[in-house]
């Protein structure tokens, strides 16, 4: 089963940025949706930013929640298998443990809809503390 790494967390104050990392252990060639979802201190995890990586690995949807779009952006890593999260003008309550996750043979639709039921493999997390 493939594994999820993420790397990149640390602590900024409000206004910078930070780049997250999602290294899966064994690529994935298309058809998968993956996600970062965040859990505030106290909070509920929710569902960030979602990418669907189509037939043949082109195609890519990229999905955003209110509270990220225009600021988060997902690119493509290092390597064939890393996926980034660029995290600009970063606000207090973007603190958060934030991870990412795999859903295998999902749609786009259901990608975007960020449901955590849908993803299969996670990872163990990376903190982002932001101060004001």
């Known amino acids: 089963q493939v594994q999820l790494v993420e790397s990149g967390g640390g602590s900024v104050q409000a206004g910078g940025s930070l780049r997250l990392s999602c290294a899966a252990s064994?690529?994935?060639?298309?058809?998968?949706?993956v996600g970062w979802f965040r859990q505030p201190p106290g909070k509920e995890r929710e569902g960030v930013a979602s990418?669907?990586?189509?037939?043949?690995?082109?195609?890519?949807?990229?999905y955003y929640a209110d509270a990220v779009k225009g600021r988060f952006t997902f690119s493509q890593g290092n390597t064939k298998n890393t996926i980034d999260l660029q995290m600009s003008s970063l606000k207090p309550e973007d603190t958060a443990m934030y991870y990412c996750?795999?859903?295998?043979?999902?749609?786009?639709?259901?990608?975007?809809?960020?449901?955590?039921?849908?993803?299969?493999?996670w990872g163990r997390g990376t903190q982002v503390t932001v101060s004001s």
């Open positions: 990418v669907y990586i189509g037939f043949g690995g082109s195609d890519n949807i990229t």
């Open positions: 996750a795999q859903a295998l043979f999902l749609t786009g639709a259901r990608c975007e809809r960020r449901v955590s039921g849908d993803f299969d493999t």
């Open positions: 064994a690529l994935t060639y298309s058809m998968y949706c």
